[in-house]
T-cell receptor, first 116, second 115 residues
Framework: AQKITQTQPGMFVQEKEAVTLDCTYDTSDQSYGLFWYKQPSSGEMIFLIYQGSYDEQNATEGRYSLNFQKARKSANLVISASQLGDSAMYFC?????????????FGTGTRLQVFP | DAGVIQSPRHEVTEMGQEVTLRCKPISGHDYLFWYRQTMMRGLELLIYFNNNVPIDDSGMPEDRFSAKMPNASFSTLKIQPSEPRDSAVYFC?????????????FGEGSRLTVL
């Protein structure tokens, strides 16, 4: 069975500092993808970044980077130079690429608060 | 391009009434997902379709819930009869599959309140 674990219910970070949001996963699939989504208070789900299980380099998208450690089954999100607008819920998710595992499952989320 | 379109955005109904939520996925996407989000349970996958065929409905809470996808551009999630514990935000999402990354594109959600 697939499982995503986010152990930090809430995190605080000062503006302009970097912050790491933790995510560990469990799967028996050899091929899978890891995702991070942002959900601001307005409620929409915003895709941030993707890492494939066979990608050798860590994914980066602007201020977002994914620290992928396959052996440890972790896929932490790093946000550099935090901004007030980064305050939101952040969800880690995983999707297998085999039949019947090709669904996206989510962790419980981490609420990030950025303060001035 | 239009994104995933859900309707209604908000629904308030009384216990026992039938509720129908609708979703139009992004054209060309062959996967469609229904999620439910509550404070207590987070984001739960209810059911997903591939090429209009239900693949996994193990997340559907009980027989009161049903979902259909009669064609590639439309899906419904029906609750009959509704109960107060069904109050939640229901998200529809669609994606490509195969060689693609599989990123899900979400609709804005339908907020359901059952009194």
């Amino acid at each position: 069975a697939q499982k995503i674990t986010q152990t930090q219910p809430g995190m605080f970070v000062q503006e302009k500092e970097a912050v790491t949001l933790d995510c560990t996963y469990d799967t028996s699939d050899q091929s899978y993808g890891l995702f991070w989504y942002k959900q601001p208070s307005s409620g929409e789900m915003i895709f941030l970044i993707y890492q494939g299980s066979y990608d050798e380099q860590n994914a980066t998208e602007g201020r977002y980077s994914l620290n992928f450690q396959k052996a440890r089954k972790s896929a932490n999100l790093v946000i550099s130079a935090s901004q007030l607008g980064d305050s939101a819920m952040y969800f880690c998710a995983m999707r297998g690429f085999l039949y019947n595992t090709d669904k996206l499952i989510f962790g419980t989320g981490t609420r990030l608060q950025v303060f001035p | 391009d239009a994104g995933v379109i859900q309707s209604p955005r908000h629904e308030v109904t009384e216990m026992g009434q039938e509720v129908t939520l609708r979703c139009k996925p992004i054209s060309g996407h062959d996967y469609l997902f229904w999620y439910r989000q509550t404070m207590m349970r987070g984001l739960e996958l209810l059911i997903y379709f591939n090429n209009n065929v239900p693949i996994d409905d193990s997340g559907m809470p009980e027989d009161r819930f049903s979902a259909k996808m009669p064609n590639a551009s439309f899906s419904t999630l029906k609750i009959q009869p509704s109960e107060p514990r069904d109050s939640a935000v229901y998200f529809c999402a669609s994606s490509l599959g195969g060689e693609n990354t599989g990123e899900l594109f979400f609709g804005e959600g339908s907020r359901l309140t059952v009194l």
